[in-house]
């Protein structure tokens, strides 16, 4: 196997959260800091973040529009952290401008961008010896309207964010997948020409 940083080697998504374990504001400030400096399109930045500490009125606001199946852990978080992205302006049109076909729709970039500012967190929370684990089945018309967002900031994921827990402490239909080994396809899986 080819060398990888143990940055990326020792992240995982565990769904066994520490309930007592609190994040601090500078580490939060530091993860978003991480993503701050992810490379977008055009330099344009469209990630947009909410942050909510265990119990505050923003954690439960996005907590309550998580699937109750993953409420089940998502409630040990330290940080609940909805990930979003600013909808683009339509740019020029198809045909006239030179682009159809080479480049994805504005928002399509953004989502593209957003995600490469989440896996900087991602890594950046591994640094400090955190865990992150993101949702993607989430009630985006909630997050909306009870976060009170802008109309131009599309929800997209939640990330969870704390320190490791004890598996013990999940239900018993989760420890399976908490405790199996991790795995990846193989390289050559991967890779669409030879």
């Not at 600013?86 to 740019?91: E, H, I, L, R, S």
């Not at 969870?160 to 080994?181: F, I, M, N, R, Y």
């Amino acid at each position: 196997m080819a060398h990888l940083t143990p940055l990326l080697a020792f992240r995982w998504s565990p769904r066994a959260f520490d309930p007592g374990a609190e994040l601090s504001r500078d580490e939060a400030a530091s993860l978003l800091e991480a993503a701050r400096w992810a490379p977008s399109a055009d330099n344009a930045q469209p990630w947009r973040f909410a942050v909510g500490h265990r119990e505050d009125e923003t954690w439960k606001r996005i907590l309550v529009n998580v699937p109750e199946e993953d409420q089940r852990w998502a409630h040990r978080a330290a940080v609940l952290l909805l990930a979003a992205h600013v909808t683009a302006p339509a740019v020029g049109t198809p045909g006239v401008d030179g682009t159809a076909g080479r480049h994805p729709g504005p928002d399509s970039r953004a989502a593209y961008d957003l995600g490469q500012a989440v896996a900087h967190l991602t890594v950046q929370a591994t640094a400090l010896g955190l865990h992150v684990r993101q949702l993607l089945e989430i009630d985006r018309a909630g997050l909306t309207t009870d976060l009170d967002l802008p109309p131009d900031v599309r929800p997209y994921a939640v990330v969870a964010v704390g320190q490791l827990g004890d598996p013990l402490s999940l239900p018993a239909d989760l420890l399976a997948a908490e405790t199996a080994l991790r795995r990846r396809r193989p390289l050559a899986d991967l890779l669409l020409t030879p």
